[in-house]
């Protein structure tokens, strides 16, 4: 069998792959705090006796991040599918943060 060499990698695809990699970093560093933030709010939620979920935020947040997704000119689905997923972690999170307190 004939094996080729890989063909090199042409450097504005280089480029935009470190600028790709660059930005995976901070959108974990973003979530990594988002997530900080909303570790408090679910202790504060637990404390004050509130539910985990919050319908009508949720709803609002859904809204102005469609808003900003268009924008950005971003798939405005795309932008909710990703913020239901987080906002379900988030959830999740608290939830846990609640039943624990319970305890």
Same mark, same amino acid.
């Given at each position: 069998?004939?094996?080729?060499?890989?063909?090199?990698?042409p450097p504005e695809l280089a480029e935009?792959?470190?600028?790709?990699?660059?930005? $995976?970093? @901070?959108?974990?560093?973003?979530?990594?705090?988002?997530?900080?933030?909303?570790?408090?709010?679910?202790?504060?939620? @637990?404390?004050?006796?509130?539910?985990? @979920? $919050?319908?009508?935020?949720?709803?609002?947040?859904?809204?102005?991040?469609? !808003?900003?997704?268009?924008?950005?000119?971003?798939?405005?689905?795309?932008?909710?599918?990703?913020?239901?997923?987080?906002?379900?972690?988030?959830?999740?999170?608290?939830?846990?943060?609640? $039943?624990?307190? !319970?305890?």
């Amino acid at each position: 069998m004939d094996q080729q060499a890989p063909k090199p990698i042409p450097p504005e695809l280089a480029e935009l792959r470190s600028s790709i990699d660059n930005i $995976d970093a @901070a959108l974990v560093h973003l979530l990594a705090e988002r997530f900080k933030c909303t570790q408090k709010v679910g202790r504060l939620k @637990a404390t004050a006796g509130l539910p985990p @979920a $919050d319908p009508g935020r949720e709803a609002t947040q859904i809204a102005r991040l469609r !808003r900003l997704a268009e924008e950005s000119h971003l798939d405005p689905d795309f932008a909710e599918k990703f913020l239901a997923f987080i906002v379900a972690e988030v959830i999740h999170h608290h939830e846990a943060i609640r $039943d624990g307190a !319970r305890e």
